[in-house]
């Protein structure tokens, strides 16, 4: 289920399976492709903005507790990091739908 509850629909399941093919974008950026990832949906104002705001992050690592693994997680806390070597998470979400051949959703959620 999603943010709202509800499955993703035929666009957004493309989006999904591509950025879970394609493997953690940190690591990626880090110089090692294809590492396995989890679904990290990007929150704002405390809530999620769809299933097509989302990024593949590796679990744990990236995502969630990477501190004793040698890497610098989005979460818990380490946002401030994370964006520093990284970039925040619309700028990784437009680099991937540039290298994934996807159209740019660009400004706030619908």
């Not at 949906?41 to 690592?61: A, K, Y």
Request: proline content about 10%; charged content about 20%.
């Amino acid at each position: 289920m999603g943010p709202s509850g509800r499955k993703p629909n035929a666009e957004e399941q493309r989006w999904i399976d591509a950025i879970m093919e394609f493997g953690c974008v940190a690591c990626y950026l880090d110089g090692f492709p294809e590492c396995p990832a989890a679904l990290h949906h990007i929150v704002e104002c405390g809530r999620r903005l769809g299933h097509r705001w989302s990024l593949p992050l590796c679990d744990p690592g990236h995502h969630q507790n990477g501190q004793s693994r040698g890497k610098v997680p989005l979460h818990p806390g380490k946002s401030r990091q994370f964006i520093a070597l990284y970039g925040t998470e619309r700028a990784l979400l437009a680099r991937l739908e540039l290298k994934l051949g996807f159209d740019h959703i660009g400004g706030p959620p619908p």
